[in-house]
């Protein structure tokens, strides 16, 4: 192993047995675990947040299979890349067995066009997929790729795996055995913590602290808490303001005012200021769970999330987050009747596929005859 290499790259798991977490698909008796065993993998889809092992997944399979393994980044390739990959798989003299494991980092960054120039060979099985991707494939994805793969949902990974994986990279010959460290256990479950299921950033983190730390008398490289902190820095949601994360946030923030918990609520309004979020974005969606949540069981909820709105354009952050707390709190704290909404639904139900008739004389605003006199009917 190249020790001028991230280590994070050099800590990467090379069989399955070195692989940490995801035993929900990964398990010694789950279905993805034994068709990599068993070199029988068909088209595959991998999707999860950054640093959670998709990657590191994709070269275990490389290490493991007999079939040769192609790589691609979506961000940097295209359709002759796709091209490319296909005539080397076809090739009987470079590969005979005339298949390919094929390995498309950041998938949904390819367009439909690209998509699709995958497809007939995905179908005839001359290309087995292997699509990563931090984005909902069912979103970002091709649907005819989608029903040709299996989609596998990989989780954040624990504070115990990343726990491991550090204590294990100071033992490793690939890893940090070469430097005499100490580290408290305590020191690295604060990095394990603040990488936020990230296990490329608290290695990233642990690799600086290692660096920039000058040895002592006694030849050894002394790790404190504050030391880590700094190479470290803030713990940072998951959040990507034109991905998914965005949705689920501002969802899961609705969700929370809607169902009366404001201290969820105000959790992810702060994971959404903490990761840039516009606050007008935010506050018209709290008029917005003001008028349709709340309703007429608190009608002065509106008005305070409207004023609130304003507010917040005349002010702006960093001040606008406590308006925002404030009307967020209000808004989550205040019964709830979607009675309006509901009623607005149903009439416009009514009028959009019923028969509705006609306004009735008595309160239309035109003038009308009855019995042969001509007549202004009332305004009011």
Excluded at 30 to 39: G, H
Excluded at 133 to 162: C, G, Q, W
């Amino acid at each position: 192993m190249d020790l001028s290499k991230p280590l994070a790259y050099r800590m990467s798991p090379k069989t399955l047995d070195d692989y940490v977490g995801q035993e929900h698909i990964l398990g010694k008796d789950k279905i993805l675990y034994r068709t990599i065993k068993a070199d029988r993998l068909s088209s595959i889809i991998l999707w999860g947040p950054p640093g959670c092992g998709k990657t590191s997944l994709a070269r275990v399979i490389s290490n493991t299979t007999k079939y040769k393994f192609l790589k691609i980044n979506a961000v940097t390739s295209g359709v002759a890349d796709i091209k490319n990959a296909i005539e080397t798989a076809q090739n009987t003299l470079l590969n005979p067995s005339g298949r390919c494991i094929l390995f498309i980092d950041e998938i949904h960054r390819f367009n439909k066009l690209q998509q699709d120039a995958l497809l007939p060979y995905v179908e005839n099985g001359t290309v087995i997929l292997i699509g990563a991707t931090t984005e909902n494939p069912y979103f970002e994805v091709n649907k005819a790729l989608i029903s040709r793969s299996m989609v596998f949902h990989l989780n954040p990974l624990t504070e115990d795996d990343i726990f491991n994986v550090l204590k294990k990279s100071l033992t490793a010959e690939d890893g940090l055995k070469n430097y005499n460290i100490k580290i408290e256990d305590s020191t690295l479950r604060k990095i394990a913590e603040t990488s936020n299921g990230d296990v490329r950033t608290a290695l990233n983190g642990l690799e600086v602290a290692v660096l920039t730390t000058q040895m002592g008398k006694d030849g050894v490289i002394t790790i404190t808490d504050e030391i880590a902190k700094e190479c470290v820095q803030t713990r940072k949601a998951v959040f990507d303001k034109n991905g998914d994360s965005h949705y689920d946030n501002i969802s899961a923030f609705i969700k929370s005012m809607r169902g009366s918990d404001p201290d969820a609520a105000i959790f992810y309004l702060a994971r959404a200021l903490n990761a840039g979020e516009d606050p007008v974005f935010i506050a018209r969606r709290i008029v917005l769970c003001a008028a349709e949540d709340v309703g007429m069981a608190n009608p002065n909820a509106l008005v305070v999330a409207t004023s609130a709105m304003q507010a917040v354009t005349m002010i702006g952050m960093p001040e606008a987050r406590i308006i925002l707390a404030e009307a967020t709190v209000y808004v989550a704290t205040s019964k709830k009747s979607n009675c309006a909404y509901l009623a607005g639904e149903k009439a416009l139900q009514d009028v959009a596929n019923k028969d509705t008739g006609t306004i009735p004389m008595h309160i239309r605003n035109a003038p009308a005859e009855r019995n042969g006199k001509r007549r202004l009917w009332s305004r009011v």
